[in-house]
């Protein structure tokens, strides 16, 4: 049990495109998801933490406007990376958590690559 | 699909004892990440291997991976409260990380 997906696993695109991620909790309800950004061997950054049915709440230093996300359901978030530049290549992961207390499940991450 | 397991689950120890957790992917693994999450917190990355047989160390925490890039293991020599969290390896493959299920230290009070 506790299995998040992450669609698209790698992605090519253009400079000055959007590309949205999805994550996916697959048997069960997650009431917030987290969204990370990973430079090679560094850990991961926290962007924002969504909850079901509300405004994702971004940290420090993460344009919203960029990086945007959508918790429209409790087994479905999604980010997309708005006009994305060649900086924005990185490894997205998510996660889920049922509620505050519980563990968080990852997924499997996606690469993006901005050309 | 690809699988990492982790075992054991749960690790309750004396302070002052050893912990060790272990990883083993079903695929060959590029490389193998380790993580370290206190409780209510965020993963932390520790380290990470690439090289078969490869062996590290940061202090008391050893790190090791298989010579068949398949496993991995992290030993903590004499556990302190500190050492208190659930401990993830994530394996790379074919771009994706795979992450085991994680193995939590808790110190017997």
């Known amino acids: 049990g506790a299995v998040v997906s992450q669609h698209p696993s790698w992605v090519i695109c253009k400079s000055g495109t959007s590309v949205k991620i999805e994550c996916r909790s697959l048997?069960?309800?997650?009431?917030?998801m987290f969204w990370y950004r990973q430079f090679p061997k560094q850990s991961l950054m926290l962007m924002a933490t969504?909850?079901?049915?509300?405004?994702?709440?971004?940290e420090q230093g993460v344009e919203k406007d960029k990086f945007l996300i959508n918790h429209a359901s409790l087994t479905l978030s999604t980010l997309t990376v708005t006009s994305a530049h060649p900086e924005d290549s990185s490894f997205y992961i998510c996660s889920a958590r049922v509620q505050q207390g519980y563990e968080q499940y990852f997924g499997p991450g996606t690469r993006l690559t901005v050309t | 699909g690809q699988q990492v397991m982790q075992i054991p689950q749960y690790q309750h120890v004396q302070e002052g004892e050893d912990f060790t957790t272990y990883c083993n992917s079903s695929?060959?693994?590029?490389?193998i990440q380790w993580y370290k999450q206190r409780p209510g917190g965020h993963p932390v990355f520790l380290i990470q291997?690439?090289?078969s047989g490869e062996v590290k160390k940061q202090k008391r925490l050893t790190f090791q991976f298989g010579e068949a890039k398949k496993n991995s293991s992290l030993h903590i020599t004499a556990t302190q409260t500190t050492d208190v969290g659930t401990y993830f390896c994530a394996g790379n493959s074919n771009y994706q990380l795979i992450w085991g299920a994680g193995t939590k230290l808790i110190i017997k009070p």
């Open positions: 291997l690439v090289k």
């Open positions: 048997d069960f309800q997650a009431t917030t």
């Open positions: 969504s909850n079901e049915g509300s405004k994702a709440t971004y």
């Open positions: 695929t060959t693994l590029s490389n």
